[in-house]
C-alpha cells in the first residue's frame, strides 16, 4: 500500500487517467453529442479576399432535401454593435472579426452563409449551391509587398513585450572584428489540430444554451458568447472536456462557435456546426515571419553586438504582436544589443498564437544566427555557446528563478555524443548520405496565472477536483489527480479530475504553458483546506488523539492526518468525517501570485530553457533531408509526471521538425487564397519523417518560480528545435539555407 | 441490397457485421461510412479529421483489412464484416493495442488514436511489418498532430512482438 501510493504522487510516471476513454473510443469531442431535433450547420466560404457580397442567390441551395434555412447577413438575428462587447482574453487590439455582420469581405474563404439542414449531406449538398455575386477589391496577400507599410501599433498587445536596447549595439558591431549578418524567413503555418474546430450547441428550449465547443477556454467563450448574443451568462453553459488538440488554435472564440449559436437563436433549435479541413485553413495561423540577425564579436568569439530586427503578418483588422526579437537579447552575454519589432498587414484572417509564439519565430531564428557567428569564429558551436553564457537575464538585468542551462547543454551534449563531432561541414558521411550534426538552444516564459480549483471529499474516500480548464492533450486530468494523490495521500482511483466546463471554478485559457504550475498549485490549495477541515472534524473522534494539534503539527499521509510528534497517533479522513457527522466536505480556492508575486516577477526572470542536438542525414543528389537523431535535453524546473511530461516534450520536437523540414501554407497572390489547404498538400511530419528522439529532464529545483516548482512544458519542445535541424543541415551540406522550412528545392538550387 | 424511397429520399437496404453484429440498416447512396457510423449509428470513436482520405483518423477495419471510411459509401460496403475502435476491446477489457497505447503513452489529445489503433491492428493482420523502421513506414497513413509517433511505434511494435512470440 505504501509503495503503491508513492508511486502516484508528483513525480511519478503513471498512465493518464484519461487513457482508457481515449483509446476505446468513448470520449466524445464536440461534435459528437447527438441531440434530438438537432440542425447541421454548413459553411460557406467566401471566395474572393476582399471586397463586398453583392447578390446571395439561394434558390438551387434551398430547393435541395432537407434544407431548412440558409443565414447570411441579410437575415441573421441581432448581435453585440460595439467591438468591447466581444470580449476575449487572448484576442489582439483591433476590430474582433464578426462572421456574416455584414456584407465587407475581409479575406479569402470567410464564412458568408451557413446552410442548415436536417441532414448533414443536405446541408453539404447545398452550401455547394449557394451562388454568391461579389464587387471584388484589389487585396493584397503577400507579405513582402506588405512590409513596405509596417509599423509598430500604438495600442499594443496585453502579452508584448517590447525590446530594452543596451549599449551601443550599432557602433559595437561597427567596430566589431567578426560579422555576421542575414536576413531569414519562417513561412505562414497552420495550427491543424486532428479534430476539426467544431461546436454543438444545445437549444435547452428555457433561455439556456449548452455549448460542445473546441475551445482553449470554456469560460473565454462563455463570456464572449453571452455578450455578443446577449444571453445572461449564467444561461451559457461551455463544454470542452476533450480537445482534439489546440496548439493555440482554441485561444480565440472561432467563427464556428459564433454560428452555431447565431443559428441557433434564429432558429430556436440545437445545430452543430463542423468546419472542414479546408476551412481550418481560413482562421488563425502563424504569422509569416521576417528576421534580420546581426551580430559583432571580438576575435576570441565573445559577442560585442546584436542587432535583432523582425517584422511578422497580422490581418487588416487586428495587429497581433508576438515577442519575437527579445529572445536572443535575454539569452546571451553581450554588452550592446538592440532589437526592433514591427507588423505589416495583409489581407488574410488576423495571425495568432502558434505554440510558443514569437519564440519558435525568434529564438529559433536568432540560434540559426548564433550558429553562422560560431562558424565564422572557428568555434565549436556549443563551445560558442558555452562562452557566451549568461546566468541572468541580459535584456531586463534581472537573475533567473533557476537557469539549468549549462547542466542540459552537459547532459544532452554527453547523451547526444557530441565530441564525437568533426567541426568541418561536409566531413561526416553515412554510406552515399551526407551526416551533419547541429545544436541550439530554447527558452520559453515559466509562467502564473490566477486559477480556482474546488475539491470535494466524501466520506468513502473519494474526492474530486474540479477547475474550468482544458486538456488539449496536455495531460492536466492527470497532473490534476497527481497534485491531489499527492497532497491528501490518496490513491489515484480515489479521485475523479473534473475540467472542460464554464460551470467549474474559474480558470484561465490553456495556454503559455502556464496551466499546470498555476491549476497545480489551485488543487494543492485546495486539497490542503480540505485536509485542515478535516482536522477540524477530527476533534469530534472520541478521545480526540490529535488533541489541539494544528496544520503544521500533522502529515497526510494515505488519507490520514498523522501526528508529528508521535507517528502512532492518527486519525482517517473517514473517521473524522464520521465523527463530526459530515458526508461531504467541500471547499474552493484560488491561486494568485497577488501583488507581492507583482513585485517579486520584476526583480527576477521566470523561465525555461533547453539544449537541443540534432543528426540530420542527406541525399545529395535528391536534396532528401531525414532527421535521424533529436536530443532535447530541457531545464523546466519540476516535473510532475515523467511520462506526459516527455510526450510534451516529444510533440514539440515532432512540430519543430516540421517547422525544420515541412510546414508551409502557399498563397496564390492573385486569389488571395491559401492554396494549399489539406493534408494532402499541407505537411505536417508522419510516423516515417520522426525517428529517435530522447528527451532528458536536468535536474533544476525552484521552489521560487512557482509553487510547486513547476515552470510548464506545453511550448518549450519546438522553440529551437528548427534551428538545431538548419544547423545541422549546414553541418552536413555546407549550404546555409536562412528560410524556413528547408525544402528539397532549396536544397537543389 | 435493395432499394426504398422516403421522405429522406432515396434510401438502400443493407446489411453489415458492425462489430460482431448483423445490422439491416437504411442507407441514402452517398452517405460515408464514416457518417454511417458517426452520425446515424452514434459510433464516434471513429474520428472525421480530414473527410478526403488524407489523414487517417477515420481508419476502421472491414474484413480485417485497414480503410478510411471518409472515402468508402456505406452502400458499397452490403454485406461486409466491420470493426470500429469500439469493436476491438471495451473498457473492462481492452485490446493488446489499446493497453500499449496507454501503457506508452501513445496519444495526447486522443484523436487520431482510434483510427491508429484500427491501422495497427490492420498493419499486424498484414503480416508485413516487423521491423521498427517498417512500422514507421506503414503507420505512416495516420497523421498525429501532438507528434505520440515514437511512442505509438514503441506501442505497435510492443504488440508485434508479443504476437509473433506466439
Same mark, same amino acid.
Given at each position: 500500500?505504501?509503495?503503491?501510493?508513492?508511486?502516484?504522487?508528483?513525480? /511519478?510516471?503513471?498512465?493518464?487517467?484519461?487513457?482508457?476513454?481515449?483509446?476505446?473510443?468513448?470520449?466524445?469531442?464536440?461534435?459528437?453529442? &447527438?441531440?434530438?431535433?438537432?440542425?447541421?450547420?454548413?459553411?460557406?466560404?467566401?471566395?474572393?479576399?476582399?471586397?463586398?457580397?453583392?447578390?446571395?442567390?439561394?434558390?438551387?441551395?434551398?430547393?435541395?432535401?432537407?434544407?431548412?434555412?440558409?443565414?447570411?447577413?441579410?437575415?441573421?438575428?441581432?448581435?453585440?454593435?460595439?467591438?468591447?462587447?466581444?470580449?476575449?482574453?487572448?484576442?489582439?487590439?483591433?476590430?474582433?472579426?464578426?462572421?456574416?455582420?455584414?456584407?465587407?469581405?475581409?479575406?479569402? &474563404?470567410?464564412?458568408?452563409?451557413?446552410?442548415?439542414?436536417?441532414?448533414?449531406?443536405?446541408?453539404?449538398?447545398?452550401?455547394?449551391?449557394?451562388?454568391?455575386?461579389?464587387?471584388?477589391?484589389?487585396?493584397?496577400?503577400?507579405?513582402?509587398?506588405?512590409?513596405?507599410?509596417?509599423?509598430?501599433?500604438?495600442?499594443?498587445?496585453?502579452?508584448?513585450?517590447?525590446?530594452?536596447?543596451?549599449?551601443?549595439?550599432?557602433?559595437?558591431?561597427?567596430?566589431?572584428?567578426?560579422?555576421?549578418?542575414?536576413?531569414?524567413?519562417?513561412?505562414?503555418?497552420?495550427?491543424?489540430?486532428?479534430?476539426?474546430?467544431?461546436?454543438?450547441?444545445?437549444?435547452?428550449?428555457?433561455?439556456?444554451?449548452?455549448?460542445?465547443?473546441?475551445?482553449?477556454?470554456?469560460?473565454?467563450?462563455?463570456?464572449?458568447?453571452?455578450?455578443?448574443?446577449?444571453?445572461?451568462?449564467?444561461?451559457?453553459?461551455?463544454?470542452?472536456?476533450?480537445?482534439?488538440?489546440?496548439?493555440?488554435?482554441?485561444?480565440?472564440?472561432?467563427?464556428?462557435?459564433?454560428?452555431?449559436?447565431?443559428?441557433?437563436?434564429?432558429?430556436?433549435?440545437?445545430?452543430?456546426?463542423?468546419?472542414?479541413?479546408?476551412?481550418?485553413?481560413?482562421?488563425?495561423?502563424?504569422?509569416?515571419?521576417?528576421?534580420?540577425?546581426?551580430?559583432?564579436?571580438?576575435?576570441?568569439?565573445?559577442?560585442?553586438?546584436?542587432?535583432?530586427?523582425?517584422?511578422?503578418?497580422?490581418?487588416?483588422?487586428?495587429?497581433?504582436?508576438?515577442?519575437?526579437?527579445?529572445?536572443?537579447?535575454?539569452?546571451?552575454?553581450?554588452?550592446?544589443?538592440?532589437?526592433?519589432?514591427?507588423?505589416?498587414?495583409?489581407?488574410?484572417?488576423?495571425?495568432?498564437?502558434?505554440?510558443?509564439?514569437?519564440?519558435?519565430?525568434?529564438?529559433?531564428?536568432?540560434?540559426?544566427?548564433?550558429?553562422?557567428?560560431?562558424?565564422?569564429?572557428?568555434?565549436?558551436?556549443?563551445?560558442?555557446?558555452?562562452?557566451?553564457?549568461?546566468?541572468?537575464?541580459?535584456?531586463?538585468?534581472?537573475?533567473?528563478?533557476?537557469?539549468?542551462?549549462?547542466?542540459?547543454?552537459?547532459?544532452?551534449?554527453?547523451?547526444?555524443?557530441?565530441?564525437?563531432?568533426?567541426?568541418?561541414?561536409?566531413?561526416?558521411?553515412?554510406?552515399?548520405?551526407?551526416?551533419?550534426?547541429?545544436?541550439?538552444?530554447?527558452?520559453?516564459?515559466?509562467?502564473?496565472?490566477?486559477?480556482?480549483?474546488?475539491?470535494?471529499?466524501?466520506?468513502?474516500?473519494?474526492?474530486?477536483?474540479?477547475?474550468?480548464?482544458?486538456?488539449?492533450?496536455?495531460?492536466?486530468?492527470?497532473?490534476?489527480?497527481?497534485?491531489?494523490?499527492? @497532497?491528501?495521500?490518496?490513491?489515484?482511483?480515489?479521485?475523479?479530475?473534473?475540467?472542460?466546463?464554464?460551470?467549474?471554478?474559474?480558470?484561465?485559457?490553456?495556454?503559455?504553458?502556464?496551466?499546470?504550475? /498555476?491549476?497545480?498549485?489551485?488543487?494543492?490549495?485546495?486539497?490542503? &483546506?480540505?485536509?485542515?477541515?478535516?482536522?477540524?472534524?477530527?476533534?469530534?473522534?472520541?478521545?480526540?488523539?490529535?488533541?489541539?494539534?494544528?496544520?503544521?503539527?500533522?502529515?497526510?499521509?494515505?488519507?490520514?492526518?498523522?501526528?508529528?510528534?508521535?507517528?502512532?497517533?492518527?486519525?482517517?479522513?473517514?473517521?473524522?468525517?464520521?465523527?463530526?457527522?459530515?458526508?461531504?466536505?467541500?471547499?474552493?480556492?484560488?491561486?494568485?501570485?497577488?501583488?507581492?508575486?507583482?513585485?517579486?516577477?520584476?526583480?527576477?526572470?521566470?523561465?525555461?530553457?533547453?539544449?537541443?542536438?540534432?543528426?540530420?542525414?542527406?541525399?545529395?543528389?535528391?536534396?532528401?533531408?531525414?532527421?535521424?537523431?533529436?536530443?532535447?535535453?530541457?531545464?523546466?524546473?519540476?516535473?510532475?509526471?515523467?511520462?506526459?511530461?516527455?510526450?510534451?516534450?516529444?510533440?514539440?520536437?515532432?512540430?519543430?521538425?516540421?517547422?525544420?523540414?515541412?510546414?508551409?501554407?502557399?498563397?496564390?497572390?492573385?486569389?488571395?487564397?491559401?492554396?494549399?489547404?489539406?493534408?494532402?498538400?499541407?505537411?505536417?511530419?508522419?510516423?516515417?519523417?520522426?525517428?529517435?528522439?530522447?528527451?532528458?529532464?536536468?535536474?533544476?529545483?525552484?521552489?521560487?518560480?512557482?509553487?510547486?516548482?513547476?515552470?510548464?512544458?506545453?511550448?518549450?519542445?519546438?522553440?529551437?528545435?528548427?534551428?538545431?535541424?538548419?544547423?545541422?543541415?549546414?553541418?552536413?551540406?555546407?549550404?546555409?539555407?536562412?528560410?524556413?522550412?528547408?525544402?528539397?528545392?532549396?536544397?537543389?538550387? | 441490397?435493395?432499394?426504398?424511397?422516403?421522405?429522406?429520399?432515396? @434510401?438502400?437496404?443493407?446489411?453489415?457485421?458492425?462489430?460482431?453484429?448483423?445490422?439491416?440498416?437504411?442507407?441514402?447512396?452517398?452517405?460515408?461510412?464514416?457518417?454511417?457510423?458517426?452520425?446515424?449509428?452514434?459510433?464516434?470513436?471513429?474520428?472525421?479529421?480530414?473527410?478526403?482520405?488524407?489523414?487517417?483518423?477515420?481508419?476502421?477495419?472491414?474484413?480485417?483489412?485497414?480503410?478510411?471510411?471518409?472515402?468508402?459509401?456505406?452502400?458499397?460496403?452490403?454485406?461486409?464484416?466491420?470493426?470500429?475502435?469500439?469493436?476491438?476491446?471495451?473498457?473492462?477489457?481492452?485490446?493488446?493495442?489499446?493497453?500499449?497505447?496507454?501503457?506508452?503513452?501513445?496519444?495526447?489529445?486522443?484523436?487520431?488514436?482510434?483510427?491508429?489503433?484500427?491501422?495497427?491492428?490492420?498493419?499486424?493482420?498484414?503480416?508485413?511489418?516487423?521491423?521498427?523502421?517498417?512500422?514507421?513506414?506503414?503507420?505512416?497513413?495516420?497523421?498525429?498532430?501532438?507528434?505520440?509517433?515514437?511512442?505509438?511505434?514503441?506501442?505497435?511494435?510492443?504488440?508485434?512482438?508479443?504476437?509473433?512470440?506466439?
Amino acid at each position: 500500500m505504501n509503495i503503491r501510493v508513492e508511486t502516484v504522487g508528483i513525480g /511519478s510516471a503513471i498512465n493518464r487517467v484519461d487513457g482508457l476513454a481515449k483509446v476505446t473510443g468513448r470520449a466524445r469531442y464536440a461534435a459528437e453529442y &447527438a441531440t434530438p431535433g438537432m440542425l447541421y450547420g454548413w459553411i460557406v466560404s467566401s471566395a474572393i479576399a476582399k471586397g463586398r457580397i453583392v447578390a446571395i442567390d439561394e434558390t438551387a441551395a434551398r430547393a435541395v432535401p432537407g434544407v431548412v434555412e440558409i443565414v447570411t447577413h441579410s437575415n441573421r438575428p441581432h448581435v453585440a454593435w460595439l467591438d468591447r462587447s466581444y470580449p476575449e482574453e487572448a484576442g489582439p487590439p483591433g476590430e474582433p472579426f464578426r462572421a456574416l455582420y455584414d456584407d465587407r469581405i475581409l479575406f479569402s &474563404a470567410q464564412p458568408v452563409a451557413l446552410v442548415l439542414a436536417e441532414m448533414l449531406e443536405s446541408a453539404r449538398d447545398a452550401a455547394a449551391l449557394v451562388e454568391v455575386a461579389y464587387d471584388v477589391e484589389p487585396h493584397n496577400t503577400d507579405f513582402d509587398k506588405a512590409l513596405a507599410e509596417k509599423f509598430l501599433p500604438k495600442k499594443k498587445r496585453g502579452t508584448f513585450h517590447p525590446p530594452k536596447n543596451r549599449g551601443d549595439a550599432e557602433g559595437a558591431f561597427k567596430d566589431a572584428a567578426l560579422k555576421v549578418s542575414a536576413d531569414y524567413r519562417l513561412a505562414t503555418e497552420h495550427h491543424n489540430p486532428m479534430e476539426m474546430h467544431a461546436t454543438t450547441v444545445v437549444w435547452e428550449g428555457d433561455g439556456r444554451i449548452t455549448v460542445h465547443d473546441k475551445t482553449q477556454g470554456p469560460q473565454n467563450v462563455q463570456g464572449y458568447l453571452a455578450s455578443v448574443f446577449g444571453f445572461a451568462k449564467n444561461n451559457v453553459r461551455v463544454m470542452n472536456p476533450y480537445v482534439g488538440g489546440g496548439f493555440g488554435s482554441g485561444l480565440r472564440p472561432q467563427y464556428a462557435v459564433y454560428l452555431a449559436v447565431m443559428a441557433a437563436k434564429l432558429m430556436e433549435r440545437s445545430v452543430r456546426v463542423v468546419m472542414t479541413r479546408q476551412q481550418m485553413f481560413s482562421h488563425v495561423h502563424r504569422p509569416e515571419a521576417v528576421q534580420s540577425v546581426q551580430l559583432g564579436a571580438a576575435a576570441d568569439g565573445k559577442l560585442s553586438s546584436i542587432i535583432n530586427k523582425a517584422t511578422t503578418s497580422t490581418s487588416r483588422f487586428e495587429n497581433n504582436m508576438e515577442d519575437v526579437v527579445i529572445w536572443g537579447m535575454m539569452n546571451y552575454a553581450c554588452a550592446n544589443a538592440s532589437g526592433e519589432y514591427t507588423v505589416a498587414p495583409v489581407d488574410t484572417y488576423t495571425s495568432g498564437d502558434m505554440r510558443a509564439p514569437g519564440a519558435a519565430t525568434g529564438m529559433t531564428i536568432f540560434e540559426m544566427a548564433i550558429d553562422e557567428m560560431a562558424h565564422a569564429a572557428k568555434i565549436d558551436p556549443l563551445q560558442f555557446r558555452l562562452l557566451n553564457y549568461s546566468d541572468i537575464d541580459q535584456m531586463n538585468e534581472t537573475p533567473f528563478t533557476s537557469k539549468a542551462l549549462k547542466e542540459a547543454f552537459a547532459e544532452g551534449a554527453a547523451k547526444f555524443g557530441w565530441s564525437k563531432r568533426s567541426a568541418e561541414p561536409r566531413s561526416m558521411t553515412d554510406g552515399k548520405e551526407l551526416v551533419g550534426w547541429g545544436v541550439a538552444t530554447g527558452m520559453w516564459d515559466a509562467m502564473f496565472s490566477k486559477t480556482s480549483c474546488s475539491a470535494k471529499l466524501s466520506a468513502n474516500g473519494h474526492l474530486e477536483v474540479a477547475s474550468a480548464s482544458s486538456d488539449i492533450g496536455t495531460g492536466t486530468y492527470t497532473v490534476m489527480t497527481q497534485v491531489a494523490a499527492d @497532497t491528501l495521500g490518496l490513491p489515484v482511483d480515489q479521485i475523479t479530475a473534473r475540467l472542460g466546463d464554464s460551470s467549474l471554478p474559474a480558470s484561465p485559457l490553456q495556454g503559455g504553458s502556464w496551466v499546470a504550475a /498555476s491549476l497545480g498549485a489551485a488543487v494543492q490549495l485546495a486539497c490542503k &483546506a480540505v485536509a485542515a477541515k478535516v482536522l477540524k472534524a477530527a476533534a469530534k473522534v472520541e478521545g480526540n488523539p490529535l488533541g489541539d494539534a494544528s496544520m503544521d503539527d500533522v502529515d497526510i499521509r494515505q488519507g490520514r492526518l498523522v501526528l508529528k510528534s508521535d507517528q502512532s497517533v492518527s486519525v482517517s479522513f473517514a473517521d473524522a468525517m464520521r465523527a463530526a457527522g459530515l458526508d461531504t466536505i467541500e471547499v474552493e480556492e484560488t491561486a494568485s501570485g497577488g501583488i507581492s508575486g507583482m513585485i517579486s516577477q520584476m526583480q527576477k526572470s521566470r523561465n525555461t530553457h533547453s539544449a537541443i542536438f540534432a543528426e540530420v542525414k542527406v541525399d545529395e543528389e535528391l536534396g532528401v533531408v531525414r532527421v535521424t537523431r533529436i536530443v532535447n535535453a530541457v531545464a523546466a524546473g519540476r516535473i510532475i509526471n515523467p511520462k506526459t511530461a516527455r510526450s510534451q516534450i516529444l510533440g514539440g520536437v515532432v512540430m519543430g521538425i516540421g517547422m525544420a523540414l515541412h510546414e508551409e501554407t502557399m498563397m496564390d497572390h492573385t486569389l488571395g487564397r491559401f492554396m494549399n489547404h489539406s493534408f494532402a498538400e499541407y505537411h505536417i511530419p508522419v510516423n516515417a519523417d520522426v525517428d529517435d528522439i530522447e528527451v532528458i529532464f536536468v535536474d533544476e529545483p525552484d521552489p521560487e518560480v512557482t509553487p510547486l516548482g513547476v515552470k510548464g512544458l506545453g511550448e518549450i519542445g519546438i522553440v529551437g528545435t528548427a534551428a538545431a535541424v538548419a544547423n545541422a543541415i549546414f553541418h552536413a551540406t555546407g549550404k546555409r539555407i536562412r528560410s524556413l522550412p528547408i525544402t528539397i528545392d532549396k536544397l537543389l538550387d | 441490397m435493395s432499394e426504398n424511397s422516403s421522405a429522406a429520399g432515396q @434510401t438502400c437496404t443493407i446489411s453489415l457485421e458492425l462489430n460482431g453484429e448483423r445490422r439491416e440498416l437504411q442507407v441514402q447512396p452517398w452517405t460515408t461510412l464514416l457518417d454511417l457510423l458517426r452520425d446515424q449509428l452514434g459510433l464516434i470513436g471513429t474520428k472525421k479529421g480530414c473527410d478526403h482520405g488524407q489523414c487517417g483518423a477515420c481508419t476502421v477495419l472491414i474484413d480485417g483489412k485497414r480503410i478510411n471510411s471518409c472515402l468508402t459509401l456505406a452502400v458499397v460496403r452490403d454485406g461486409a464484416e466491420i470493426t470500429t475502435i469500439e469493436g476491438l476491446g471495451s473498457e473492462a477489457a481492452p485490446h493488446p493495442l489499446q493497453q500499449a497505447f496507454m501503457d506508452h503513452d501513445a496519444f495526447q489529445c486522443g484523436y487520431c488514436t482510434p483510427g491508429q489503433i484500427c491501422s495497427a491492428q490492420g498493419l499486424i493482420n498484414e503480416g508485413h511489418a516487423r521491423s521498427r523502421d517498417e512500422v514507421r513506414e506503414l503507420m505512416s497513413g495516420n497523421l498525429c498532430r501532438c507528434g505520440a509517433y515514437p511512442n505509438i511505434t514503441d506501442a505497435v511494435i510492443d504488440v508485434l512482438a508479443k504476437e509473433t512470440g506466439k
